[in-house]
Protein backbone atom coordinates (compact mmCIF):
# COMPACT_ATOMS: atom_id res chain seq x y z
CA UNK A 1 0.00 0.00 0.00
CA UNK A 2 1.40 3.40 -0.84
CA UNK A 3 2.37 5.58 1.98
CA UNK A 4 1.25 2.50 4.22
CA UNK A 5 2.87 3.86 7.67
CA UNK A 6 2.58 7.11 9.83
CA UNK A 7 6.86 7.81 9.54
CA UNK A 8 6.16 7.51 6.17
CA UNK A 9 2.84 9.47 5.96
CA UNK A 10 4.40 12.34 8.13
CA UNK A 11 7.95 12.73 5.74
CA UNK A 12 5.52 13.18 2.80
CA UNK A 13 3.65 15.77 3.82
CA UNK A 14 6.81 17.34 5.59
CA UNK A 15 8.12 17.17 1.83
CA UNK A 16 4.73 18.61 0.79
CA UNK A 17 4.93 21.55 3.07
CA UNK A 18 8.33 22.31 2.39
CA UNK A 19 7.97 21.64 -1.31
CA UNK A 20 4.94 24.71 -1.25
CA UNK A 21 7.15 27.00 1.79
CA UNK A 22 10.08 26.58 -0.96
CA UNK A 23 8.06 28.54 -3.95
CA UNK A 24 7.02 31.58 -1.20
CA UNK A 25 10.17 31.54 0.37
CA UNK A 26 12.39 34.49 0.41
CA UNK A 27 15.46 34.32 -1.82
CA UNK A 28 18.16 34.25 1.27
CA UNK A 29 16.53 31.03 2.57
CA UNK A 30 14.66 29.34 -0.67
CA UNK A 31 17.65 27.36 -1.22
CA UNK A 32 17.79 25.59 2.16
CA UNK A 33 14.12 25.00 2.28
CA UNK A 34 14.39 22.91 -1.41
CA UNK A 35 17.27 21.43 0.08
CA UNK A 36 15.03 19.99 2.77
CA UNK A 37 12.24 19.76 0.63
CA UNK A 38 14.12 16.67 -1.24
CA UNK A 39 15.57 15.41 1.71
CA UNK A 40 12.01 14.70 3.50
CA UNK A 41 10.83 13.62 -0.30
CA UNK A 42 13.68 11.30 -0.84
CA UNK A 43 13.67 9.76 2.80
CA UNK A 44 9.38 9.43 2.27
CA UNK A 45 10.48 7.49 -0.92
CA UNK A 46 12.91 5.42 1.43
CA UNK A 47 10.83 4.64 3.91
CA UNK A 48 8.24 3.76 1.46
CA UNK A 49 10.16 0.97 -0.72
CA UNK A 50 11.67 -0.38 2.74
CA UNK A 51 8.55 -0.68 4.57
CA UNK A 52 7.20 -2.69 1.97
CA UNK A 53 10.45 -5.19 1.23
CA UNK A 54 10.30 -5.39 5.43
CA UNK A 55 7.05 -6.16 5.21
CA UNK A 56 7.85 -9.23 3.30
CA UNK A 57 6.19 -7.95 -0.07
CA UNK A 58 8.74 -7.02 -1.90
CA UNK A 59 8.61 -3.38 -3.53
CA UNK A 60 5.48 -2.89 -5.77
CA UNK A 61 6.70 -0.58 -8.43
CA UNK A 62 3.29 0.90 -9.04
CA UNK A 63 2.28 3.83 -10.85
CA UNK A 64 2.19 6.46 -8.18
CA UNK A 65 5.70 5.50 -6.45
CA UNK A 66 7.40 5.65 -9.98
CA UNK A 67 5.86 9.12 -10.25
CA UNK A 68 6.83 10.28 -6.88
CA UNK A 69 10.67 8.79 -7.48
CA UNK A 70 10.80 10.31 -11.30
CA UNK A 71 9.53 13.69 -9.85
CA UNK A 72 12.19 13.19 -6.41
CA UNK A 73 15.13 12.65 -9.23
CA UNK A 74 14.13 15.32 -11.96
CA UNK A 75 13.94 18.12 -8.81
CA UNK A 76 17.16 16.94 -7.52
CA UNK A 77 19.03 16.96 -10.54
CA UNK A 78 17.40 20.20 -11.46
CA UNK A 79 18.46 21.86 -7.84
CA UNK A 80 21.96 20.46 -8.63
CA UNK A 81 21.94 22.18 -11.70
CA UNK A 82 21.01 25.31 -11.09
CA UNK A 83 22.44 26.26 -7.58
CA UNK A 84 25.98 24.20 -8.23
CA UNK A 85 26.48 23.85 -11.50
CA UNK A 86 27.06 27.27 -13.46
CA UNK A 87 27.19 25.31 -16.42
CA UNK A 88 23.56 24.78 -17.52
CA UNK A 89 22.40 28.02 -17.18
CA UNK A 90 25.05 29.15 -19.24
CA UNK A 91 24.40 26.46 -21.93
CA UNK A 92 20.41 28.00 -21.64
CA UNK A 93 21.41 31.07 -22.64
CA UNK A 94 23.69 31.00 -25.32
CA UNK A 95 20.72 28.60 -27.00
CA UNK A 96 18.00 31.39 -26.35
CA UNK A 97 19.96 33.53 -28.46
CA UNK A 98 18.07 34.27 -31.79
CA UNK A 99 20.97 34.70 -34.70
CA UNK A 100 22.86 37.48 -34.60
CA UNK A 101 22.25 38.12 -31.36
CA UNK A 102 24.80 38.89 -28.70
CA UNK A 103 25.66 37.62 -24.73
CA UNK A 104 27.24 39.61 -22.73
CA UNK A 105 28.18 38.64 -19.46
CA UNK A 106 30.97 38.91 -16.26
CA UNK A 107 32.04 35.57 -14.67
CA UNK A 108 34.80 34.46 -12.53
CA UNK A 109 37.20 32.58 -14.27
CA UNK A 110 40.01 31.96 -11.35
CA UNK A 111 40.70 31.92 -7.66
CA UNK A 112 43.84 30.67 -6.12
CA UNK A 113 43.01 27.59 -4.44
CA UNK A 114 39.19 27.44 -5.41
CA UNK A 115 37.84 23.96 -5.31
CA UNK A 116 34.17 23.37 -4.94
CA UNK A 117 33.33 20.34 -2.45
CA UNK A 118 29.45 19.54 -2.52
CA UNK A 119 29.17 17.97 0.79
CA UNK A 120 30.80 20.65 3.21
CA UNK A 121 28.42 23.36 0.81
CA UNK A 122 25.04 21.32 1.65
CA UNK A 123 26.43 21.12 4.59
CA UNK A 124 26.60 24.73 5.60
CA UNK A 125 24.48 25.39 1.95
CA UNK A 126 27.22 28.20 0.92
CA UNK A 127 28.27 28.73 4.52
CA UNK A 128 25.44 30.94 4.87
CA UNK A 129 23.48 32.26 7.82
CA UNK A 130 23.17 35.62 10.03
CA UNK A 131 26.94 36.42 9.45
CA UNK A 132 26.79 35.95 5.76
CA UNK A 133 23.46 37.39 5.18
CA UNK A 134 23.18 39.66 1.88
CA UNK A 135 26.72 38.41 0.70
CA UNK A 136 27.68 37.15 -3.04
CA UNK A 137 28.14 33.49 -3.65
CA UNK A 138 30.53 33.50 -6.66
CA UNK A 139 31.60 30.10 -7.78
CA UNK A 140 35.05 30.23 -11.01
CA UNK A 141 33.74 28.98 -14.42
CA UNK A 142 37.02 28.58 -16.11
CA UNK A 143 37.75 30.23 -20.06
CA UNK A 144 38.34 26.89 -21.76
CA UNK A 145 34.63 26.08 -20.36
CA UNK A 146 32.86 29.19 -21.44
CA UNK A 147 34.75 28.83 -24.66
CA UNK A 148 33.68 25.24 -25.12
CA UNK A 149 29.84 25.59 -24.72
CA UNK A 150 29.52 29.14 -26.60
CA UNK A 151 31.11 27.17 -29.79
CA UNK A 152 28.99 24.23 -29.14
CA UNK A 153 26.06 26.78 -29.30
CA UNK A 154 27.41 28.31 -32.73
CA UNK A 155 28.60 31.40 -30.76
CA UNK A 156 31.77 33.08 -31.75
CA UNK A 157 33.18 35.63 -29.60
CA UNK A 158 33.75 39.26 -30.35
CA UNK A 159 35.46 40.46 -27.03
CA UNK A 160 37.51 39.10 -23.86
CA UNK A 161 38.30 41.42 -21.39
CA UNK A 162 39.96 40.73 -17.77
CA UNK A 163 38.19 42.88 -15.51
CA UNK A 164 37.61 43.73 -11.62
CA UNK A 165 34.01 42.61 -10.72
CA UNK A 166 34.93 39.80 -9.11
CA UNK A 167 36.51 43.05 -6.75
CA UNK A 168 40.33 43.43 -6.87
CA UNK A 169 41.99 41.45 -5.89
CA UNK A 170 45.20 38.99 -7.21
CA UNK A 171 43.14 35.63 -5.72
CA UNK A 172 40.41 36.27 -8.48
CA UNK A 173 40.02 37.15 -12.35
CA UNK A 174 36.92 38.21 -13.54
CA UNK A 175 36.29 38.14 -17.10
CA UNK A 176 33.73 39.67 -19.37
CA UNK A 177 32.74 37.90 -22.48
CA UNK A 178 31.00 39.34 -25.71
CA UNK A 179 29.47 36.32 -28.03
CA UNK A 180 27.75 36.83 -30.80
CA UNK A 181 25.47 33.66 -32.51
CA UNK A 182 26.33 32.43 -35.70
CA UNK A 183 23.35 32.75 -38.25
Not at 41 to 57: K, N, W
Request: charged share 15%; with cysteine; hydrophobic share 55%.
Amino acid sequence: MILSSALVHALAWAAIAAYALSALARPAWGARVQAAALVLHGLSLAATFVGEADAGQGIRWGFAPVLSLTAWLVLAVHFTETRLVPISGLRRAFALLRPGGLAVFQVPTYARGYAFRLAPYLAGLGGGGPDRAGEIEMHVLPQPVVFLLAREAGCDPLEVLEDLSAGPSMNWNSTTFVFRKRG
